[in-house]
T-cell receptor
């Protein structure tokens, strides 16, 4: 049973345009959501997070939106740059998930085309 | 800040060998460390959670006698794959988090260890 789902395994975007990565979750106990970026043969790098008490968090070119009623979150990258090309993982945690462990989606591979 | 160092980055060894992987938080104290395994084109699968000074909590299906975890200090955790076999070949990643002040803190990851058992 996959509690965090990233339904798009890949996404291609032109440089300078907006990249939108989507994530859905099923566990209503999740209250903290994170996005990680991962290059091949490296560990994930923390990008941005959002608590369930908010619906938006912004950090530079990265904005995360949370729709609790729909159990959906998205990461917007604008403008997209070639260096953003990587696999992006959505993750969630909460008391119900136990000890604030992270549950990861399968990732979306973003390719930003120059 | 929040740098996690994992060593070694790549190991190739013969079947039956035990392999130790180190995970260090360089600029913060890690009250909790996590060990993950990643198969090709799959997500990160949590293997175990360890808190400094106490026994690790293993996820269902993970053999605790096979994957020994030690979290002896606030900056170091080790994972030992005992009597490794080819099916243990994988990408192992650790992460660390400081839970002392706030509950919702991101985990910071090491760069992973590619383990290949011949």
């Amino acid at each position: 049973d996959q509690q965090v789902k990233q339904n798009s395994p890949s996404l291609s975007v032109q440089e300078g345009r907006i990249s939108i990565l989507n994530c859905d979750y099923t566990n209503s106990m999740f209250d903290y959501f994170l996005w990680y970026k991962k290059y091949p043969a490296e560990g994930p790098t923390f990008l941005i997070s959002i608590s369930s008490i908010k619906d938006k968090n912004e950090d530079g070119r990265f904005t995360v939106f949370l729709n609790k009623s729909a159990k959906h979150l998205s990461l917007h990258i604008v403008p997209s740059q070639p260096g953003d090309s990587a696999v992006y993982f959505c993750a969630a945690s909460g008391l119900g998930a136990g000890s604030y462990q992270l549950t990861f989606g399968k990732g979306t591979k973003l390719s930003v085309i120059p | 800040g929040a740098v996690v160092s994992q060593h070694p980055s790549w190991v190739i060894c013969k079947s039956g060998t035990s392999v130790k992987i180190e995970c260090r938080s360089l600029d913060f104290q890690a009250t909790t460390m996590f060990w993950y395994r990643q198969f090709p084109k799959q997500s990160l699968m949590l293997m175990a959670t360890s808190n400094e000074g106490s026994k690790a909590t293993y996820e269902q299906g993970v053999e605790k006698d096979k994957f020994l975890i030690n979290h002896a200090s606030l900056t170091l955790s080790t994972l030992t794959v005992t009597s490794a076999h080819p099916e243990d070949s994988s990408f192992y990643i650790c992460s660390a988090r400081d839970d002392r002040l706030f509950s919702n803190q991101p985990q910071h990851f090491g760069d992973g260890t590619r383990l290949s058992i011949l």
